[in-house]
Nanobody, 124 residues
Framework: QVRLVESGGGLVQAGDSLTLSCVAP????????MGWFRQAPGKEREFVAA???????AYADSVEDRFSISRHNTKHTAWLQMNSLKPEDTAVYYC??????????????????WGQGTQVTVSS
């Protein structure tokens, strides 16, 4: 069973920053993309950001100027730095891995493994 362990969520005020972490402690993936998705109450899970093994990145339009994704390949770890947080960023954030992938996918269905999610709440 593949594990993805997320951490770093919490309650912050609008304008604050948070950094989410995702680690796959037991697995060795091959040519994989690591992504972050989020799901707000009553809404579908949506793409936030992703990074390929070669370092290419992609962001949702709503976060492109505020969020930054990075990864450490040998440690199988990814981070999502979130700045200038807004109340509309409130959601459960999920880490995901698409194995055997060189190009970034934006679709939930393309990702093979998921973390348990971490809650991010931004108060106004």
């Amino acid at each position: 069973q593949v594990r993805l362990v997320e951490s770093g969520g919490g309650l912050v005020q609008a304008g604050d920053s948070l950094t989410l972490s995702c680690v796959a402690p037991d697995q060795t993936f091959t040519r994989y993309v690591m992504g972050w998705f989020r799901q707000a109450p009553g809404k579908e899970r949506e793409f936030v950001a992703a990074i390929s093994g070669s370092g290419n990145t992609a962001y949702a339009d709503s976060v492109e100027d505020r969020f930054s994704i990075s990864r450490h390949n040998t440690k199988h770890t990814a981070w999502l730095q979130m700045n200038s947080l807004k109340p509309e960023d409130t959601a459960v954030y999920y880490c995901a891995v698409e194995n055997y992938a060189a190009r970034i996918s934006y679709s939930v269905g393309r990702y093979d493994y998921w973390g348990q999610g971490t809650q991010v709440t931004v108060s106004s």
